[in-house]
Nanobody
């Protein structure tokens, strides 16, 4: 069984910063990509940023230059440093681990965290 546990959400004023962390635990052999999605009220879940095992990153246009995604392959942990936050960044942020190879199981799997609330006040 693989679990993703997120931390670091909260309430911050516009222009402030937050750092999210997500640790994957379980009988993990390897993880291809890890990343962050968010869902605002009444909107679909969208990709914020992700990073593959080689360190290549991708970002939503709306967060480029403000957010930085990083990971520790040794710790199976992904981070999201969010700077210059805006009210439109408000939402539930979900951690995702894609292409997870689990010990004793064939194939690859996709896992999600439970979500952490980020609220940016104006």
């Amino acid at each position: 069984q693989v679990q993703l546990v997120e931390s670091g959400g909260g309430l911050v004023q516009a222009g402030g910063s937050l750092r999210l962390s997500c640790a994957a635990s379980g009988s993990i052999f390897s993880i291809n990509a890890m990343g962050w999605y968010r869902q605002a009220p009444g909107k679909q879940r969208e990709l914020v940023a992700n990073i593959n095992s080689g360190g290549s990153t991708s970002y939503a246009d709306s967060v480029k230059g403000r957010f930085t995604v990083s990971r520790s392959n040794v710790k199976n942990t992904v981070y999201l440093q969010m700077n210059s936050l805006k009210p439109e960044d408000t939402g539930v942020y979900y951690c995702n681990a894609d292409g997870v190879r689990v010990a004793m199981l064939p194939g690859e799997y996709d896992y999600w965290g439970q979500g952490t609330q980020v609220t940016v006040s104006s």
